[in-house]
């Protein structure tokens, strides 16, 4: 291949510019297109809640120079925030050249200016999907059984009505206990295995989900 050298990161309409000049002296099709990498931004204090389809077109048609590698990630700031943090990956040069550029750069979303700052490649917390604790990953579980995420019992979710005792029923109690129907959402309360709250162990309003993504 042939490699040019630039002093800034072309865009499309200038690569296009290239491939025709080179495709036409050469007598021979070429794709001109950039080493890329990742690079990592955020965009704090957006007014929640926002969802990655309303965030997207508006990054794109920002009239900034924003290229998305992934959709972008929404994060609540906490429980009772009424703001948010965007995360979003964008093809980049090897030396971040779009990163810096779009750094304390401002763009309105739902009627706020809000900055994007640089982010750390952070990939969170691992949580188990085994026993649902946050700190290790499924292949580092070391017990023979799993855990269901809904009552911490030594079954998975799939078999939860088989095999948890609130739902499967006890005919011989007074009055009889008759079990969860099949099909229907177990009606008892779950128990968190982290903070011991009343949700799945892998429910987003975890305060341990909420925490997941922070560096520390």
């Known amino acids: 291949g042939i490699s040019l050298s630039t002093t800034t990161v072309l865009l499309a309409n200038e690569l296009k510019i290239i491939t025709d000049f080179i495709s036409s002296g050469a007598k021979v099709t070429v794709i001109a297109s950039l080493p890329c990498s990742h690079s990592f931004l955020k965009i704090v204090n957006v007014p929640f809640p926002v969802t990655p389809d309303q965030v997207t077109p508006v990054l794109i048609n920002s009239g900034l120079e ?5 959709k972008p990630c929404i994060m609540h700031n906490s429980q009772h925030s009424d703001t948010a943090t965007i995360w979003f990956d964008v093809w980049d040069s090897q030396s971040g050249t779009s990163a810096k550029k779009l750094k304390n750069q401002c763009m309105s979303i739902n009627n706020a200016h809000c900055l994007i700052q640089l982010a750390k490649a952070h990939p969170g917390t691992p949580q188990c999907q085994c ?7 499924s292949n580092a ?4 059984a799993i855990k269901c995420p809904l009552c911490t019992g030594p079954h998975s979710e799939v078999h939860h009505h088989k095999y948890c005792g609130a739902c499967k029923g006890n005919t011989k109690a ?11 959402l177990c009606p ?3 128990h968190c295995i982290n903070c011991k709250g009343k949700h799945m162990a892998n429910n987003c309003h975890c305060k341990y989900w909420y925490h997941h993504l922070d560096a520390d």
Do not use: F, R, V
Not at 141 to 144: E, F, G, L, M, S
Not at 176 to 184: L, Q, S, V, Y
């Open 131 to 137: 026993c649902w604790h946050w700190g290790h990953p």
């Open 188 to 190: 008892h309360n779950s």
């Open 141 to 144: 579980y070391k017990a023979q």
């Open 66 to 70: 924003i290229d998305l590698a992934t």
């Open 174 to 184: 007074t009055p009889p206990i008759p079990p969860t129907e099949a099909g229907m």
